[in-house]
Nanobody, 124 residues
Framework: QVQLVESGGGLVQAGGSLRLSCEASGRTDSSYAMGWFRQVPGKEREFVAAISRTATNTYYSDSVKDRFTISRDNAKNTVYLQMNSLKPEDTAVYYC?????????????????WGQGTQVTVSS
């Protein structure tokens, strides 16, 4: 079992930055890839970014590439999402998730554990 708790969401103006954190507890041997997803009311949850077990590889959606950076500190059992140049369309609830499988994946159903989400609101 892996428990995930996100933090760092909030309200920010367009062009600003936020850093989300996701701390894992329970199974903390870091033997899983991590991902960030987001969801707005009435829409499906969408992939944002993923990072491999050893942080060697990362993968981003086209909508956030070059603006967001995913990273992880396995000693702290924490994954981060640095979000720069935020846009109003980035407004969503952001979720972190753990994938016990292999490789970097972007489908919601491929992730095994989820956090409760943190709200990010970007004002214009």
């Amino acid at each position: 079992q892996v428990q995930l708790v996100e933090s760092g969401g909030g309200l920010v103006q367009a062009g600003g930055s936020l850093r989300l954190s996701c701390e894992a507890s329970g199974r903390t041997d870091s033997s899983y890839a991590m991902g960030w997803f987001r969801q707005v009311p009435g829409k499906e949850r969408e992939f944002v970014a993923a990072i491999s077990r050893t942080a060697t590889n990362t993968y981003y959606s086209d909508s956030v590439k070059d603006r967001f950076t995913i990273s992880r500190d396995n000693a702290k059992n924490t994954v981060y999402l640095q979000m720069n140049s935020l846009k109003p369309e980035d407004t969503a609830v952001y979720y972190c998730a753990a994938d016990l499988g292999w490789g970097l994946r972007y489908e919601v159903h491929e992730y095994d554990y989820w956090g409760q989400g943190t709200q990010v609101t970007v004002s214009s």
